[in-house]
């Protein structure tokens, strides 16, 4: 019920491209869903999230959609650049008593070649 | 420099040694959290503090220890009973406990032999 199942595992694409990473998950009780970049050796940083009750979220060139029947979201990037390749991960959060927790995705590792 | 910080980035062990990775923060976050990523994984939840000299158990918990005396800083022991240590150990906090923002620190990588 907690887990959080991303793909694809691996993405490359040419700069300018529109990588779209995909995530699904089956708790419903999950009620914020945000995205991280990681670049290697570092920490994720919060890089956009949405809330189910919006359908799409903008923030630059990354996009959140949306679909709380299917239970599915996903990130898109816009115009993507070399400097964009990192591993994102996908995450999905509810409070339990008084925390929030966060279940991560397996991540999905970013190329974008020049 | 507002922000998070672990140290060591890199420590090694040998196999039957408890270890601490030591984490702080000096963005007044009231909570705390630790989590394990290996190659592949995404990140799981070791431990997380919503307060001083309080803390819960997350997701992985067995093998680990926590200890919360101050709001600055979330020590993490690594212990012997811990089946396979090596991996990327990262610390992050929010605001409050409720807070959905977590901010996270650099990371650890740990390498037990």
């Known amino acids: 019920q907690q887990q959080v199942k991303q793909s694809p595992q691996s993405l490359i694409v040419q700069k300018g491209g529109i990588p779209i990473i995909n995530c699904a998950y089956e708790n419903t009780a999950f009620d914020y869903f945000p995205w991280y970049q990681q670049f290697p050796g570092k920490g994720p940083a919060l890089l956009i999230a949405?809330?189910?009750?919006?359908s799409e979220k903008k923030e630059g060139r990354f996009t959140i959609s949306f679909n709380k029947s299917a239970k599915q979201f996903s990130l898109h990037i816009m115009d993507s650049q070399p400097g964009d390749s990192a591993t994102y991960f996908c995450?999905?959060?509810?409070?339990?008593?008084?925390?929030?927790?966060?279940?991560f995705g397996s991540g999905t590792q970013l190329t974008v070649l020049p | 420099d507002g922000g998070i910080t672990q140290s060591p980035k890199y420590l090694f062990r040998k196999e039957g040694q408890n270890v601490t990775l030591s984490c702080e923060q000096n963005l007044n976050h009231d909570a705390m959290y630790w989590y394990r990523q290996d190659p592949g994984q995404g990140l799981r939840l070791i431990y997380y503090s919503q307060i001083v000299n309080d803390f819960q158990k997350g997701d992985i918990a067995e093998g680990y220890s926590v200890s919360r005396e101050k709001k600055e800083s979330f020590p993490l022991t690594v212990t012997s009973a811990q089946k396979n240590p090596t991996a990327f150990y990262l610390c992050?906090?929010?605001?409050?406990?409720?807070?959905?923002?977590?901010?996270f620190g650099p990371g650890t990588r740990l390498t037990v032999t």
């Open positions: 992050a906090s929010s605001t409050r406990p409720t807070g959905n923002k977590q901010y």
């Open positions: 995450a999905a959060s509810t409070s339990s008593g008084s925390a929030r927790q966060l279940t």
């Open positions: 949405i809330r189910p009750d919006v």
